[in-house]
Nanobody, 121 residues
Framework: QVQLVESGGGLVQPGGSLRLSCAAS????????MAWYRQPPGKGRELVAH???????NYADFVKGRFTISRDNAKNTVYLQMNSLKPEDTAVYFC???????????????WGQGTQVTVSS
């Protein structure tokens, strides 16, 4: 079973930056895609950014130009560099992964526990 552990959240002032990390562990042969989602207070979960194993990325319009997703395939880790943070970026940020075990079975929709990001002065 794959496990995802997010870290790097916290309290930051508007205009500030944070870098989130998500490390995957388990009997993982490969991870095809990794993504960051977020859930603002009282709202549903929404896609923030996605990256493939080859490094192709895409972003939600509300973070384009401010956030950058990257990954280290050797470490099974995905990052989210968040710059120019706004109060509306306040949310719990979740990591998501899909890939394959050494057994040959695939996994998808695997989630971490989330990390809180609060943007406030």
């Amino acid at each position: 079973q794959v496990q995802l552990v997010e870290s790097g959240g916290g309290l930051v002032q508007p205009g500030g930056s944070l870098r989130l990390s998500c490390a995957a562990s388990g009997d993982i042969f490969r991870i095809n895609s990794m993504a960051w989602y977020r859930q603002p207070p009282g709202k549903g979960r929404e896609l923030v950014a996605h990256i493939t194993s080859g490094g192709s990325d895409n972003y939600a319009d509300f973070v384009k130009g401010r956030f950058t997703i990257s990954r280290d395939n050797a470490k099974n880790t995905v990052y989210l560099q968040m710059n120019s943070l706004k109060p509306e970026d306040t949310a719990v940020y979740f990591c998501n992964a899909a890939g394959q075990y050494y057994s040959g079975l695939f996994f998808a929709n695997t989630w971490g526990q989330g990390t809180q990001v609060t943007v406030s002065s």
